[in-house]
Nanobody
Framework: VQLQASGGGLAQAGGSLRLSCAAS????????LGWFRQAPGKEREFVAA????????IQPDSVKGRFTISRDNAKNTVYLQMNSLKAEDTAVYFC????????????????WGQGTQVTVSS
C-alpha cells in the first residue's frame, strides 16, 4: 500500500483544515488507518485511527471533539477534519495503514505516507 497525504497548510487559530490520504492498492478496505503528527523536536504522536469498516474510531483527549477521522473505501481515501485548531496542533501530519485492528502507537503500522505540514498561527 502506498499512501499520499495532502491538505496541509497554514490556518489561523480557531480555523479548520481537512487532510486527505489517498491509498493505492486493491485491498484498501482491509486496512485500519491512522493519523499521527510530529512537531519539531518531539516524538511522533497519535492523533486518530479508524477501523477497516469505518465503524470504529478513536482519538486522544487532546483532539477529541475537534478532530474527526473518516474514510471512503470507494475512493481509497482517509480524511482528518480538524476544527478549532490551536497553535499546538502545528506539526507534520502522517497517515499510516496496517492490516487488522487499529492501534494508537506508531509500532505496528506497516505503511506510512510522506507527511503534510500543518501550521496554525495564534
Amino acid at each position: 500500500v502506498q499512501l499520499q497525504a495532502s491538505g496541509g497548510g497554514l490556518a489561523q487559530a480557531g480555523g479548520s483544515l481537512r487532510l486527505s490520504c489517498a491509498a493505492s492498492g486493491r485491498t484498501f478496505s482491509r486496512y485500519a488507518l491512522g493519523w499521527f503528527r510530529q512537531a519539531p523536536g518531539k516524538e511522533r504522536e497519535f492523533v486518530a485511527a479508524i477501523s477497516w469498516t469505518g465503524g470504529s474510531t478513536i482519538q486522544p483527549d487532546s483532539v477529541k471533539g475537534r478532530f474527526t477521522i473518516s474514510r471512503d473505501n470507494a475512493k481509497n481515501t482517509v480524511y482528518l477534519q480538524m476544527n478549532s485548531l490551536k497553535a499546538e496542533d502545528t506539526a507534520v501530519y502522517f497517515c499510516a495503514a496496517r492490516e487488522g485492528y487499529f492501534l494508537t502507537t506508531t509500532v505496528g503500522y506497516d505503511y506510512w505516507g510522506q507527511g503534510t505540514q500543518v501550521t496554525v498561527s495564534s
